[in-house]
C-alpha cells in the first residue's frame, strides 16, 4: 500500500460496536480503554519488521471495520511476545487483542493454510511438531533415552481423547473449513 | 526434606526435535536431588500460537487434559519450553480466576471422563532450578566452569510475560535467568536486541518463515555488534530451534552466514556440572546434523576425543 492510493474519509456517525463486543467477548475485554498513545507499535518487533501496526488494528476495530481487521494478512505477524502488553500504560493488553480478533477471523472463514495443517497435525498425532519420522527416533535413541517419548506418540488413547474433545468444543468443524477466502 | 518431584511435560519440540535437552535435564535435576516423573498421554500444550489465536475455549480445554494428568497424581509440573509453559501456566491461571471459563472446559473435558480440578501449579525449569534447588546449591555443582567464555542471553518472552500476570521477573530490566546461566562460569556479553522475540512465536513461523527468521537475523546482528560471543543460552527449545536451526534456514532464504552455538539451559547446566557433551547428544541439534558440523568446543572450553 502506497500514499499514491486514493484514500477515501472514512465516515462513521455511529459506529458499529458488534466487532468490539465480540472481541471483548473472545479474550480482549479491555480493547476500548485504549487511546491510541501507540505505545505498542512503538515496542512491536514485528510492527518494526514488517507493516504490522497493532494501534492501526485496534482503531479500525474500534470504529468497526471489522472486515478491514480479519481479513489483513498482518494480523499474523504477531509473535505474542507481549511487549506492548508489559508497556500499554492503559492495560488495554494489546496481544490478547490481537489473539481475540484472530478467534473471529478464523471463525469467519480466514484461516492459513499453514496454521490449518499444524492443527489437524495435533488431531492426528497429539502433536503441533509430531515424531513423523525414523530419524526423529533415531536421533532420541542417539542421545541415550528410549526412542518413543512417554506422550501422545506412544499413547493412542490420548490421541483419541483430543478427537473427542475437538469434536465437542466444534474446532474439528473449524479447521476442517478447506477453503481459504 | 523429602526429595522434591515434578511431572514432566515435554510437549513436541524438546522430545520430538532436541532430545538433548530431555537428556540434559534428567542429568541435571538428578544431579540436584530434583525428581522428573513421566507424565504419560501428555499431548501438545497445545501450540499457543495456533491454538489460542483459532480458539480460546479449545486451547483452555485441552491444556487442562494435560493439567489433569498432573492432578491426578497430585505432583507439580514442570516444562522447559516458553511456549509449553505459556500454555499450561497461563490456562492454570485463567481456569483458577474464571468462573465461566472453567465451567465451559470441565463441561468439554467431561466427555472423556475428566475434570480441572485445579490443585496444581505449573513451573518452569528455571523455576524448579532457582527456588527449589538455589543458586548456592547450583553454583556447588559446577565442576568446568566456562572460563573465558562470552556467553548471550535469549530469555525469550513466556516465561516472564506478561509481567503482571506471571510476576516472574522484571521483562524490561530480568536477571533472574542471567543470575542463573551466570553459575556455569560464563561471561555475560549483553546486546541491544536481548530482550526481543525469536521471531518463532505466535504462530509466526508457520505462517511465513522468511519474517520469523528476520527476527532472529536482527538478534544475530545485535550479537555481532555486542563484540560476538562464544554461545548463546536459551530457556526454551522453539527459540532454540529458531535460533539453531534457523542459522540454516537465514543460509538458504538470505545467503547469510552465522555460526553460533545455541544451548538451552540445562544443556548448558549439564556441561558446567561435568557432563560430558556424549553423554546428552549435544552434537545432535539441528544445525550441526545438517551442516555435518560440530559444536565449537574449544571455544566452549572443552576438550573432545577424536572420535
New interface residues.
Given amino acids: 500500500m502506497t500514499s499514491a492510493e486514493e484514500k477515501t474519509a472514512i465516515e462513521i456517525d455511529t459506529p458499529d460496536d458488534s466487532f468490539v463486543q465480540m472481541i471483548k467477548k473472545?479474550?480482549g475485554p479491555n480493547i476500548q480503554n485504549c487511546y491510541q498513545c501507540g505505545t505498542c507499535s512503538g515496542s512491536c518487533?514485528?510492527g518494526a519488521?514488517?507493516n504490522f501496526l497493532v494501534r492501526g488494528i485496534i482503531r479500525k476495530a474500534l470504529l468497526g471495520l471489522k472486515e478491514q481487521c480479519i481479513s489483513s494478512p498482518e494480523l499474523?505477524?504477531?509473535?505474542?511476545?507481549?511487549?506492548c502488553?508489559?508497556r500499554c500504560p492503559q492495560d488495554v493488553?494489546p496481544?490478547d487483542v490481537i489473539?481475540?480478533i484472530?478467534?473471529v477471523a478464523?471463525?469467519e472463514g480466514y484461516?492459513?493454510a499453514?496454521?490449518q495443517k499444524?492443527?489437524l497435525k495435533?488431531l492426528e498425532t497429539?502433536?503441533?511438531?509430531?515424531?513423523d519420522k525414523e530419524s526423529?527416533e533415531n536421533?532420541?535413541e542417539?542421545?541415550?533415552?528410549e526412542r518413543i517419548?512417554?506422550?501422545?506418540?506412544?499413547?493412542s488413547?490420548?490421541?483419541e481423547?483430543?478427537k473427542?474433545?475437538?469434536k465437542?468444543?466444534g474446532?474439528d468443524k473449524?479447521?476442517a473449513v478447506k477453503e481459504e477466502k | 526434606m523429602a526429595k522434591k518431584s515434578f511431572y514432566h511435560f515435554?510437549g513436541?519440540?524438546i522430545?520430538?526435535?532436541y532430545?538433548?535437552v530431555?537428556?540434559a535435564v534428567?542429568l541435571v535435576f538428578n544431579d540436584l536431588d530434583m525428581g522428573l516423573l513421566?507424565?504419560?498421554?501428555?499431548?501438545?500444550c497445545?501450540?499457543?500460537?495456533?491454538?489460542?489465536?483459532?480458539?480460546?475455549?479449545?486451547w483452555a480445554?485441552?491444556a487442562a487434559?494435560n493439567l489433569t494428568i498432573a492432578e491426578a497424581g497430585g505432583h507439580p509440573i514442570t516444562t522447559g519450553c516458553n511456549g509449553c509453559f505459556?500454555s499450561l501456566w497461563d490456562a492454570n491461571y485463567e481456569l483458577k480466576h474464571d468462573e465461566e471459563l472453567r465451567e465451559i472446559v470441565n463441561e468439554?473435558?467431561a466427555?472423556?471422563d475428566?475434570e480441572f480440578k485445579g490443585t496444581i501449579e505449573v513451573w518452569h525449569y528455571v523455576d524448579a532450578l532457582v527456588e527449589v534447588a538455589g543458586l548456592d546449591k547450583i553454583r556447588k555443582k559446577v565442576t568446568r566452569p566456562f572460563k573465558d567464555v562470552r556467553m548471550v542471553l535469549h530469555p525469550g518472552?513466556?516465561w516472564m510475560?506478561?509481567?503482571?500476570l506471571k510476576q516472574k521477573d522484571d521483562?524490561?530490566r530480568p536477571h533472574i535467568f542471567r543470575e542463573l546461566c551466570e553459575t556455569s562460569g560464563a561471561e555475560y556479553v549483553p546486546y541491544k536486541d536481548e530482550?526481543?522475540?525469536c521471531?518463532?512465536?505466535?504462530?509466526?513461523r508457520?505462517?511465513?518463515i522468511k519474517?520469523?527468521l528476520?527476527?532472529t537475523m536482527?538478534k544475530f546482528e545485535s550479537v555481532k555488534e555486542a563484540g560476538g560471543a562464544d554461545m548463546m543460552i536459551t530457556p526454551c527449545p522453539f527459540c532454540e530451534l529458531q535460533l539453531d536451526l534457523g542459522q540454516v534456514e537465514i543460509q538458504k532464504h538470505f545467503e547469510k552466514e552465522y555460526v553460533l552455538d545455541i544451548l538451552h539451559v540445562v544443556e548448558l547446566l549439564a556441561l558446567a556440572f561435568g557432563h560430558e557433551p556424549d553423554?546428552?547428544?549435544l552434537a545432535?541439534h539441528l544445525q550441526y546434523?545438517l551442516r555435518k558440523s560440530t559444536p565449537l568446543w574449544e571455544k566452549l572450553g572443552i576438550k573432545v576425543e577424536e572420535s
Avoid at chain 1, 499474523?76 to 511487549?83: K, V
Avoid at chain 1, 517419548?149 to 499413547?155: D, E, F, G, Q
Avoid at chain 2, 521471531?199 to 509466526?204: E, F, L, P, Q, R
Fill in positions: 473472545t479474550g518487533p514485528a519488521l514488517t499474523w505477524y504477531c509473535t505474542t511476545c507481549y511487549t502488553t508489559d493488553k496481544t489473539k481475540a484472530r478467534n478464523v471463525a484461516m492459513l499453514p496454521h499444524t492443527a495435533v497429539g502433536h503441533a511438531v509430531p515424531l526423529w536421533l532420541r542417539k542421545v541415550g533415552i517419548p512417554p506422550n501422545a506418540s506412544k499413547y488413547e490420548a490421541i481423547e483430543i473427542k474433545l475437538a465437542k468444543t474446532f473449524l479447521i | 515435554l513436541c519440540i522430545p520430538h526435535r532430545p538433548s530431555e537428556k534428567k513421566d507424565m504419560d498421554g501428555a499431548t501438545c497445545p501450540a499457543p500460537g495456533v491454538f489460542g489465536s483459532f480458539d480460546r475455549i479449545t480445554t485441552i487434559r505459556a468439554n473435558l466427555e472423556i475428566r518472552c513466556h510475560r506478561p509481567k503482571l521483562s524490561e530482550l526481543m522475540c521471531g518463532a512465536g505466535g504462530a509466526v508457520t505462517a511465513d519474517v520469523a528476520e527476527f536482527q553423554e546428552f547428544g545432535t546434523q
